[in-house]
């Protein structure tokens, strides 16, 4: 059977700002949030990942705030926990009570906000390359904001997930080049600036973390910087589903098999009841 075409549309959000979202599939709404500087095609329909869940749920993709066809306004202050605030927004818009929510990377971050803040929204979430941050780490948001200075002034590139100082190992040559290329190609400077800026208001505390009630599973790749702050949120909550794919990095985990299965699976038992 032919797979309905996707359909797109606008959620429109106070200070003028528009949201741009994909829709495919049918059964149990499924809404996809993407990495930072990268687009929702990007992160979910290139890979193949947009049209495999699509053959099981109501897949929802969403172009965050500041990227892809989405508004981009400059105004710090239009970012942090507005970010997570537009999931429920979109999740009114389109009529939907709850919903699973998978995200990668940043989008990861949102999705625990979510979780946290609207767990009324969600049934269950997957975190992909992604994990905790302490929102009493003054060092790391320290950290993230002169990172996003330097790249405002066109200081010499480093990665952003070299700010982690729990990171495990730098990021490889290859992550800092496609990273690199997302962020300094296809993004506004402004723009992502004020993102990065905003992004201590993401923040989970420990006591958030040890009351989440929300099923969720995390899939982080062996070789990701990301895997100290993935096996923080398992210390803080065990009751999280764990995974480690080997020979996988922070990028090269959306090129993965496994983890698109992972997400099908961990969403299955609630679509399936």
């Known amino acids: 059977m032919k797979m309905p075409a996707r359909q797109h549309g606008i959620c429109k959000r106070p200070g003028g700002v528009c949201l741009h979202y994909t829709l495919q ?8 949030l993407h990495g930072l ?3 929702a095609d990007m992160n979910w329909r290139y890979c193949g990942w947009l049209r495999r869940l699509a053959r099981r749920y109501r897949v929802i993709t969403l172009d965050l705030r500041g990227h892809g066809r989405s508004s981009k306004p400059r105004q710090i202050e239009q970012y942090g926990l507005e970010l997570a605030q537009d999931v429920p927004a979109l999740l009114d818009h389109l009529g939907i009570e709850k919903t699973h929510l998978a995200g990668y990377s940043l989008g990861g ?3 625990l906000k979510t979780c946290i803040l609207y767990p009324q929204r969600i049934d269950r979430a997957v975190l992909l390359a992604s994990g905790w941050v302490d929102s009493a780490d003054a060092l790391l948001f320290k950290n993230l904001e002169q990172w996003a200075d330097n790249f405002l002034q066109h200081a010499p590139y480093r990665s952003v997930l070299t700010v982690f100082d729990d990171a495990i190992g730098l990021p490889n040559r290859f992550e800092t080049w496609v990273e690199y290329q997302f962020v300094q190609r296809m993004n506004n400077r402004h723009v992502l600036h004020a993102v990065v800026k905003s992004l201590s208001e993401l923040a989970v505390s420990r006591a958030e973390l040890a009351q989440l009630t929300i099923p969720l599973r995390l899939i982080v790749g062996a070789e990701d910087p990301l895997l100290g702050a ?8 065990d009751s999280v589903d764990f995974h480690v794919l080997e020979k996988s990095d922070h990028v090269r985990l959306a090129c993965r098999k496994k983890a698109v299965t992972l997400i099908e699976e961990w969403c299955a038992p609630v679509s399936a009841g």
Request: proline fraction near 5%.
């Open 25 to 32: 599939g049918q059964g149990q709404p499924l809404l996809l």
């Open 37 to 39: 500087a990268v687009n």
């Open 109 to 111: 971050f949102i999705a």
């Open 230 to 237: 993935a096996r923080k949120l398992l210390e803080q909550n």
